[in-house]
């Protein structure tokens, strides 16, 4: 009888100034009794400008969106491939990685668990989707994951970020595809296709909510839209994503 396949670390990201927030997912983790810390999440700012312009290219973000990115944007996008590079340079065949404005539920550990012991083939599994938001989510296929869950492929991958799980080989594809950057991560790790066909899947219901700073967010902060030009070339990057998404998609 084989073992059951040790727990997966987990990881939230945090910047050194945002104590409440770590504190509170500290205490979350330490009520379920996972092997979690804290990773220093990435201020922009604060990065030398050689690593600035190896992370991120306006040229990419001129082709691939329709505004520059913030700096909240850049921080948190260079904060997630620093846990990606983490994760390559550790022994763990996976790792949890959340932003530090969730809440995790009483079934995380059982969820995480299930994903570790799935067959090899997984690059991510997201631990949150669209429902979360009161969204629909559309999906290809589903299959039990653990009991209360399934494990299932997106028809149109949703964009939220807060949590997944990531294989070793998905950090690959990615640190492969998506450095340096042009878009903010949750629209970039939409465009699966172009990570070397990354193979994403989610957990249904989700297996964490979003804080009520969630919206609030302190490394990831985004500007609206302020002209006619920004809404058209939103309009035309999102139909250039639905082309995509079909075009790539299983047959």
């Not at 009794?33 to 804290?38: S, T």
């Not at 065949?93 to 539920?105: F, G, H, M, N, S």
């Not at 998506?178 to 991560?185: E, L, S």
Request: charge should be positive.
């Amino acid at each position: 009888m084989s073992l059951p396949p040790p727990p997966l670390p987990v990881r939230y990201i945090n910047l050194d100034r945002d104590a409440e927030r770590r504190a509170r997912l500290d205490a979350e983790i330490a009520r379920l009794g996972l092997p979690g810390e804290r990773f220093p999440g990435v201020l922009w700012t604060a990065l030398p400008q050689a690593e600035q312009d190896a992370l991120y290219s306006p040229a990419l973000n001129a082709r691939q969106f329709h505004k520059p990115l913030v700096n909240g944007e850049k921080g948190c996008y260079a904060s997630h491939i620093a846990l990606w590079r983490w994760l390559l340079h550790s022994p763990h065949p996976a790792v949890v990685v959340l932003e530090d404005d969730v809440r995790l539920k009483d079934d995380f550990a059982a969820v995480c668990a299930a994903i570790a012991a799935l067959p090899a083939g997984w690059d991510m599994v997201k631990l949150i989707g669209r429902a979360e938001l009161g969204k629909t989510e559309k999906l290809r296929s589903e299959a039990p994951l653990c009991p209360g869950y399934q494990l299932v492929q997106y028809r149109r991958i949703p964009s939220l970020t807060a949590g997944y799980v990531l294989s070793r080989q998905g950090a690959q594809k990615l640190l492969a595809t998506r450095v340096p950057f042009g878009r903010p991560i949750d629209v970039d790790l939409r465009h699966w296709w172009e990570s070397q066909h990354l193979v994403m899947r989610g957990v249904s219901p989700a297996a964490i909510e979003l804080d009520d700073t969630s919206f609030d967010s302190s490394i990831g902060a985004k500007v609206a839209e302020r002209s006619l030009a920004d809404k058209w070339r939103k309009a035309r990057h999102k139909l250039l994503y639905t082309l995509g998404n079909a075009w790539h998609a299983p047959r």
